[in-house]
């Protein structure tokens, strides 16, 4: 049960964590002038970036997490596999967001970067059953060290 409610948060919150993923990745374009003028390094700025991504996605998957116990009643694997996959993803929507900061269609590719991170997180849960919340969050933090480098 819990690999499945964590499969279908990951899902249904996608729009959710796009509309501030784009304010988000606005600001951190927007201000990069700001940022170097101060002398703050690039890895600060991705820092910051990553962790406001990562606070609102545990943000959402604890609403989420809690509405479906109150319905459904308490499972102990929710909450950990909800908050493994919501961490999973902020780090695939941020390295979708770095990848494509200066492309035109930066809001296209965000949108799909944050579904194919969602649809990656479900497949982990499916065939790895709770092992797949590890498995994204090693996909998601590999993939922004590439971002990075």
């Known amino acids: 049960a819990g690999v499945l409610g964590a499969s279908i948060i990951a899902i249904v919150l996608v729009p959710a964590q796009?509309?501030?993923?784009?304010?988000?990745?606005?600001?951190?374009?927007?201000?990069?002038w700001l940022a170097a003028a101060f002398?703050?390094?690039?890895?600060?700025?991705?820092?910051?970036?990553?962790?406001t991504i990562a606070i609102v996605h545990l943000a959402a998957a604890t609403i989420a997490t809690?509405?479906?116990?109150?319905?459904?009643?308490?499972?102990?694997?929710?909450?950990i596999l909800a908050f493994g996959v919501a961490l999973g993803t902020s780090l695939g929507e941020a390295r979708t967001m770095l990848a494509?900061?200066?492309a035109p269609s930066v809001a296209?590719?965000?949108?799909v970067g944050a579904i194919v991170s969602a649809a990656l997180a479900?497949?982990?849960?499916?065939?790895?059953?709770?092992?797949?919340?590890?498995?994204?969050?090693?996909?998601?933090a590999f993939s922004l060290l590439r971002a990075a480098s």
């Open 66 to 79: 809690i509405a479906a116990m109150v319905i459904s009643g308490a499972n102990v694997w929710l909450p």
């Open 39 to 51: 002398g703050i390094a690039p890895h600060t700025r991705t820092a910051a970036l990553v962790t």
């Open 108 to 111: 296209a590719r965000v949108v």
């Open 18 to 32: 796009v509309g501030t993923a784009l304010v988000t990745l606005g600001a951190y374009r927007e201000t990069a």
């Open 122 to 140: 479900v497949v982990c849960l499916a065939v790895l059953d709770a092992a797949g919340a590890i498995a994204i969050i090693a996909i998601g």
């Open 100 to 102: 494509n900061a200066a």
